[in-house]
């Protein structure tokens, strides 16, 4: 019987929505027993939240002063002591798993797979190679444990119907103190996620300046939407590195993506893939953006966005 | 003095775009550019600065993969590493063998860093440095954009999702690097032909007492479903009508 321990990713007493969306994924495996373990120092109001999860039968609250930062190397012994009791291990594939679950599989001696965008079956697995140019189908060896990140993008978050039963649970492994949290960004934006927003606004090198940049946060502020970035645009200093969207920064799927002086490149591209209109402005008809846009408007952004601003 | 060990991997250069093939087997390889991997060269370059800031006193750079791969291990001794190792190999192997393998030239060299790029650009992957981290039992900083070694502490910033993570590490440590980490130098063509007289030393991988069974079994390689064509407007008017009509807005 397949039997998924998920990792909950969480800040501030937060639930993030990629551990909602890594539960629909395991959800999809027929027949599956799905848990999620809490880590954390005080871990009672994310038990709370994973507990309303539809599809999660138990959430194991995992609590020690070391959990109060999501370290990869802390949480990993901890982990590995729990996955006895399980069949698969699954977290986001978003930094927090990124970091921490290759280090859980190599504890435990298995492989991994890394963003997993389908699943067909409790061991055939679809995920993106090279940016997102090819989808290769994986069958992993049952007598393994497998261990997986979960692409976000692909898959919806899971309601919050639930009702599952919270347990606490101590771990016994020595855990390292060789690595230590020092300090986090301040979080700078009340705007809507760009991983979780419905409409995202995007610009890149074409706008010149971090003051040219609040384009952008105008024309996104207009439309309820959450801000992006190329990486030439976070590169040059025009916008936050959380804000880049592609193979080394957030793959997203809102509904509307909005492209600015964005040319397209594969990097790009391979974040917004999923995204349900894409909408490019670029001065350049050639540039690659406009194979993949749904609509595409040839002008310099400089006229076209106070043009846009009147219209909206 | 303290030595890092870097590994590098040889892969399709990130300009080419890749090709499917027809039977779905895999990838078009041949006659195609390959490259170091943009990540593993920045990690190399920051090795090599850390050598001439006197933090270490030699970097070793390491790769597995066939014989071509000493290819992009002179690359890698034209930038400036004093060493290479290659651990050949000629099919491709999963991180969980790329780490065991690098982990015996880590028990061998005894380095006290060992970066790499966070992901490899062919089949990001993004696992061979936590996993050797783990096996080494060392601790990791992944997706590193600012390394700070200074009196024996070590800093590493990270480029998380909400932002920046500083952590601070015992070394020796595994460090994986991101893109803004530094911007690679240049290599000059006297650097290469210096280079060829480096020390380049080889291992068979299937000599290295490691098993090299894989976990996984490609089933097929597709390419992704093409977007349909889009249209063009004329102006930001056009653009909200059709938006409109769409129903996005
Ligand atoms: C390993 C690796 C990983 C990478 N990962 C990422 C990633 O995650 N995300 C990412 O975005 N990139 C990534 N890149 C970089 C990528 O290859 C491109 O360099 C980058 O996306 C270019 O950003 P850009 O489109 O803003 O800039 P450019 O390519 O310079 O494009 C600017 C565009 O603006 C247009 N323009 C100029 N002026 C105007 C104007 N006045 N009005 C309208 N349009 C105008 C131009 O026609 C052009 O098309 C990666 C690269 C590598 C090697």
Same mark, same amino acid.
């Given at each position: 019987m397949t039997r998924i321990l998920i990792i909950a990713e969480h800040a501030h007493g937060k639930l993030n929505i990629s551990t909602r969306k890594t539960v629909s994924c395991a959800a999809q495996i027929i027949g599956a027993e799905i848990d999620i373990a809490v880590f954390a120092d005080q871990a009672s109001d994310v038990a709370t939240q994973a507990a309303q !999860? $539809? #599809?999660?039968k138990r959430v194991l609250k995992v609590e020690h002063p070391a959990f109060a930062h999501a370290l990869a190397a802390t949480y990993a012994p901890a982990i590995v002591e729990l996955a006895s009791n399980y069949t698969h291990l699954f977290a986001p594939s978003t930094t927090f798993g990124k970091d921490l679950m290759p280090r859980v599989a190599a504890l435990l001696g298995v492989g991994q797979i890394s963003? $997993?965008? %389908? @699943?067909?079956?409790?061991h055939r697995f679809v995920r993106p190679i090279y940016a997102g140019n090819a989808m290769v189908t994986l069958d992993a060896e049952p007598g393994h444990k497998l261990v997986a990140t979960i692409r976000t993008a692909s898959f919806q978050p899971a309601a919050t119907t639930g009702n599952a039963s919270i347990e606490s649970v101590s771990i016994a492994a020595t855990l390292p103190n060789h690595t230590r949290f020092i300090s986090h960004s301040e979080e700078h934006n009340d705007r809507p996620d760009l991983q979780s927003a419905a409409r995202v606004v995007a610009g890149g090198? %074409? !706008? #010149?300046s971090a003051e040219n940049f609040n384009l952008i946060y105008q024309l996104a502020d207009q439309l309820g939407a959450g801000v992006g970035a190329s990486r030439a645009a976070v590169d040059a200093g025009y916008a936050a590195n959380e804000l880049q969207v592609g193979q080394t920064g957030k793959i997203i799927a809102p509904d509307l993506y909005i492209a600015v002086g964005i040319s397209g490149a594969i990097q790009h591209l391979t974040g917004i893939k999923d995204a349900r209109t894409i909408v490019a402005i670029n001065k350049d008809p050639e540039a690659p953006i406009f194979d993949v846009a749904d609509i595409g408007l040839v002008g310099d952004l400089f006229s076209v966005l106070p043009e846009l601003a009147k219209h909206l | 003095m303290s030595k890092i060990l870097v590994c590098i991997k040889r892969v399709v250069d990130y300009n080419v775009r890749i090709r499917v093939k027809p039977d779905g087997s895999g990838i078009i390889t041949d006659g195609v550019k390959m490259s170091i991997n943009p990540f593993d060269e920045i990690a190399l370059e920051e090795a090599i600065r850390l050598k001439e800031r006197g933090i270490a006193s030699e970097v070793i750079v390491a790769s597995i993969g066939p014989t071509e791969t000493q290819q992009q291990l002179r690359v890698g001794l034209a930038m400036g590493a004093d060493r290479a190792i290659h651990i050949q190999h000629d099919t491709a192997i999963e991180p969980l063998t790329a780490a065991k393998a690098f982990l015996k030239i880590v028990e061998q060299e005894a380095p006290l860093l060992v970066i790499t790029g966070k992901q490899a650009i062919d089949d990001d992957n993004a696992q061979t440095g936590q996993m050797l981290a783990a096996l080494w039992n060392r601790p990791q900083a992944c997706f590193t954009s600012k390394l700070e070694i200074t009196n024996n502490i070590t800093r590493a910033t990270r480029e998380v999702d909400d932002g920046l993570e500083t952590i601070e590490l015992d070394l020796p440590a595994v460090i994986t690097c991101d893109l803004r980490l530094n911007e690679p130098r240049y290599v000059k063509l006297p650097e290469i032909m210096k280079a060829k007289k480096k020390p380049l030393e080889l291992f068979m991988l299937n000599d290295m #007492? @490691?098993? !090299?069974? /894989? /976990?996984f079994k490609t089933v097929n390689v597709a390419p992704p479903p093409a977007r349909q064509k889009g249209v063009l407007v004329k102006d930001a008017k056009e653009l909200v009508e059709l938006l409109k009509v769409k129903g996005v807005l």
């Open positions: !999860l $539809a #599809g999660v963003d $997993a965008m %389908a @699943i067909e079956g409790s090198r %074409a !706008l #010149g | #007492g @490691i098993t !090299l069974n /894989q /976990q």
